[in-house]
């Protein structure tokens, strides 16, 4: 089969150009990347011709001889659905995690996201975490959550709560919090380490000043969670423009209700006592 003809595939441009429309992906902002399943590299194999190896820039042992699709560095999300041959790419890993090699795409040149080193990270800890259910790794830039990290502590306390806080569903969609990583050099090793610990807890981490990484199962859940907690930190940044404070909101007792009827745990250390 025709590796644009894979429903893998389309389902992966159907995400990037959702991300698109949502504004999350100005000039070459964000990225995404998705763990092929041993049947979705087999349809797709006749079109593989692997390329030269080259380093990851870390390590990840656990992903070796996997195949990943994953858009290209410089790429423009706006373009995945015109020019799909030029904007992502199909990676294959070597038997140590070390290096990848281009099978597919990027038919311009070009290489991987510069956040290739943490999205292969953040896979990684997701395999030994879910037992290989995650598949999905996106990064995009939300303007909403962008802006909470200029006025929120930049903790994951203050962050958890705040986003359960501005919709019901929140606890229910996300009920082991998400994480914050400070302000870091992005494209490295460093900030892939500290993004990748905080996955190994949660399934969003929110990088300071500059966007949030999401992991999920697939590509509409993946994709319904950056939506969800983006929404959420609208609400906040709509309330908060209004007035400083909340008038009224959801308490501790209630998430503790919730987490009753809706059959989640939610950690009690984001269920502190706080002003409005
Ligand atoms: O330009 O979003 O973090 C791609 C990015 C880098
Ligand atoms: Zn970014």
């Known amino acids: 089969m025709k590796v644009l003809d894979a429903e893998f595939v389309k389902g992966f441009m159907r995400m990037a150009d959702d991300g698109w429309n949502q504004g999350w992906h100005e000039r070459n902002g964000g990225n995404l990347s998705y763990r092929m399943k041993p049947e979705e590299v087999e349809e797709v194999r006749e079109e593989l011709k692997p390329g030269e190896w080259r380093p990851i820039g870390t390590s990840v042992p656990k992903l070796a001889g996997e195949y990943f699709l994953v858009t290209g560095s410089g790429k423009y999300f706006r373009n995945v659905i015109i020019k799909p041959e030029d904007s992502f790419c199909i990676i294959e890993l070597d038997d140590k ?26 896979h990684e800890v997701k395999v030994i975490a879910t037992g290989g259910k995650h598949r999905v790794i996106y990064h995009a830039h939300p303007a909403n959550t962008i802006a909470l990290t200029f006025v929120l502590p930049l903790t994951d306390e203050a962050f958890t709560r705040e986003l359960w806080e501005m919709a019901t569903e929140c606890p229910v969609v996300f ?15 460093d900030i892939a380490v500290a993004t990748s610990e905080l996955m190994k807890k949660y399934d969003v981490a ?8 999401c992991s999920g199962e697939d590509f509409d859940l993946t994709f319904g969670l950056m939506h969800t907690v ?5 609400i906040l940044v709509k ?3 209004m007035q400083p404070y909340k008038r009224q909101t959801i308490t501790p007792d209630d998430f503790r209700h919730l987490a009753v009827d809706f059959k989640v745990e939610l950690p ?3 269920l502190f006592e706080k002003e409005l």
């Open 97 to 122: 995690g070390e290096n990848y090699r281009i099978c597919w795409g990027l038919v311009n040149g070009g290489r991987p996201t510069s956040e290739l080193p943490s999205h292969l990270m953040n």
């Open 268 to 270: 009690e250390k984001f």
């Open 239 to 241: 309330v908060r423009s």
């Open 230 to 234: 983006e929404k959420s930190a609208e």
């Open 175 to 189: 009920p082991a919090g998400v994480g914050v990583v400070p302000w870091m050099v992005p494209g490295g090793r």
């Open 206 to 213: 929110i990088w300071a000043h500059h966007g949030m990484f």
